[in-house]
């Protein structure tokens, strides 16, 4: 199986700030790279696909890159409704699998 | 705007069935792979089994494997899953999604989730 590891696993940012978080597969998984946000009590959301490319209706601020075994993912100013948990997941093959996530606190 | 709604969970006993259900609205059901991922209170998502388009391939966890049974009506629009077997650990918030293009794709659309607890 493929391992997803996220970090931080917590990150404390204030409005504005540039936040990075990162996500490390245990093999190469090329670009099959997904990022979702989720809310407390609500479903997860998808942000990025293919490790870089933004879903429709995504605002700009987020942006994902990497390819192999390493990615981002950038979100450039964050505003007061980007406060939630982070996930990323690999969709090469089976099981899919997800990172343990990370939780962007307001600081 | 594609939606999916889930239903069917509840509070049963360690060892007992449930089945849930998943409909899709707004979209061509038929032609997406969709799955069932889950979420333990308080911890990270995790993804339990995918059903192709056709249904003509099926994957499932090993957490998961010989318990659950994935299947879809297409004439319905409707995603099921057969619980069996179930463990105090299969405890979780139950999400369908549905694979963005491909089989093997991010997971574009997801339901509100359907809770079940399982507990003596």
């Known amino acids: 199986d493929i391992q997803m590891t996220q970090s931080p696993s917590t990150l404390s940012a204030s409005v504005g700030d540039r936040v990075t978080i990162t996500c490390r597969a245990s093999q190469s998984i090329s670009n099959w790279l997904a990022w979702y946000q989720q809310k407390p009590g609500k479903a997860p959301k998808l942000l990025i696909y293919d490790a870089s490319s933004l879903e429709s209706g995504v605002p700009s601020r987020f942006s994902g890159s990497g390819s192999g075994t390493e990615f981002t993912l950038t979100i450039s100013s964050l505003q007061p409704e980007d406060f939630a948990t982070y996930y990323c997941q690999q969709y090469k093959s089976n099981p899919w699998t997800f990172g343990q996530g990370t939780k962007v606190e307001i600081k | ?120």
């Open chain 2, 1 to 120: 705007e594609g939606q999916l709604l889930e239903s069917g969970g509840g509070l049963v006993q360690p060892g007992g069935s449930l089945r849930l259900s998943c409909t899709a609205s707004g979209f061509t059901f038929s032609s997406y792979a969709m799955s069932w991922v889950r979420q333990a209170p308080g911890k990270g998502l995790e993804w339990v089994s995918l059903i192709s388009y056709s249904g003509g391939r099926i994957y499932y966890a090993d957490s998961v494997k010989g318990r659950f049974t994935i299947a879809r009506d297409n004439s319905k629009n409707t995603l099921y899953v057969q619980m069996n077997s179930l463990r105090v650990e299969d405890t979780a918030v139950y999400y369908c999604a549905k694979s963005r293009e491909g089989t093997t794709d991010a997971f574009d659309i997801w339901g509100q989730g359907t809770v079940v607890t399982v507990s003596s």
